[in-house]
């Protein structure tokens, strides 16, 4: 009965590492898909600034084209100028000129600051994609790192749940019978050690007296009465 118990407590202690290896395996592809966002993000800014900059390229575009529409409509009522006969229709055309003139003032102006901004702009978005280059070099080095320990982990992996295959495979049919019949009313761990004070180690109750004794003999299977996991002698795990 020894023997069984030992068998258990080995197919135990391979299924708790194979839960702490999936469950690094977890927090790595958390940090890689933290890291696969991060440079996605910073990507992204630099596109958007990319694309704001092209905006005011086509603004500035547009006013420029509108301040040569402009410097012709005056070029023209000066010709016309030249040419009217009453002094109503000079006085309009100056007022019209004066008009053209104040708009055009504007976009000029706006024109010139746009200008400004454009140059911030590129100078800007430089220094963003030298950045960029630097921070995804970085980003795509702490990277392989943390793919490098997923493919770690994921080798350990498979050992282990090739030993809990062969394990499980090796057990005797009523040994199985029995361990599926205990997991089928207890959460893992469903084999414990009886601790100091006779207290299950899986839910912290005093077992009786009587159970305690028995569990030294190896008589057979013993079962803590009130969670119902198979209980073994504390230290018998440092035999696997």
């Keep these: 009965?020894?023997?069984?118990?030992?068998?258990?407590?080995?197919?135990?202690?391979?299924?708790?590492?194979?839960?702490?290896?999936?469950?690094?395996?977890?927090?790595?592809?958390?940090?890689?898909?933290?890291?696969?966002?991060r440079s996605e993000a910073f990507?992204?800014?630099?596109?958007?600034?990319?694309?704001?900059?092209?905006?005011?390229?086509?603004?500035?575009?547009?006013?420029e084209a509108e301040s040569g529409i402009n410097q012709d409509g005056i070029a023209k009522h000066d010709v016309r100028l030249r040419t009217v006969k009453t002094n109503k229709e000079y006085q309009a055309l100056l007022k019209e000129i004066d008009e053209i003139k104040k708009k055009n003032s504007q976009v000029e102006?706006?024109?010139?600051?746009?200008?400004?901004?454009?140059?911030?702009?590129?100078?800007?978005l430089d220094e963003r994609k030298k950045e960029?280059?630097?921070?995804?070099?970085?980003?795509?080095?702490?990277?392989?790192?943390?793919?490098?320990?997923?493919?770690e982990k994921e080798a350990e992996l498979a050992r282990l749940e090739a030993d809990a295959v062969a394990i499980s495979e090796a057990m005797p049919p009523d040994l199985a019978?029995?361990?599926a019949q205990v997991r089928k009313f207890a959460t893992a761990p469903v084999v414990v050690p009886l601790i100091k004070g006779g207290i299950c180690d899986g839910c912290n109750m005093a077992v009786p007296p009587q159970l305690a004794?028995?569990?030294?003999?190896?008589?057979?299977?013993?079962?803590?009465?009130?969670?119902?996991?198979?209980?073994?002698?504390?230290g018998m795990d440092s035999e696997i």
């Design 1 to 37: 009965m020894k023997e069984k118990l030992l068998v258990l407590i080995k197919l135990q202690k391979t299924e708790t590492e194979i839960r702490k290896v999936k469950a690094a395996l977890s927090v790595v592809a958390r940090k890689a898909d933290v890291f696969e966002k």
């Design 43 to 63: 990507a992204d800014q630099v596109e958007d600034a990319a694309a704001a900059l092209e905006d005011m390229r086509k603004k500035y575009r547009s006013l």
């Design 109 to 124: 102006t706006e024109w010139t600051e746009l200008g400004e901004k454009i140059e911030e702009g590129e100078t800007a």
């Design 132 to 151: 960029y280059v630097q921070v995804k070099a970085a980003l795509k080095g702490e990277l392989s790192e943390i793919l490098a320990q997923a493919a």
């Design 177 to 179: 019978a029995t361990l």
């Design 213 to 234: 004794n028995e569990l030294l003999r190896f008589e057979e299977l013993k079962c803590c009465p009130f969670c119902n996991r198979i209980l073994y002698r504390e």
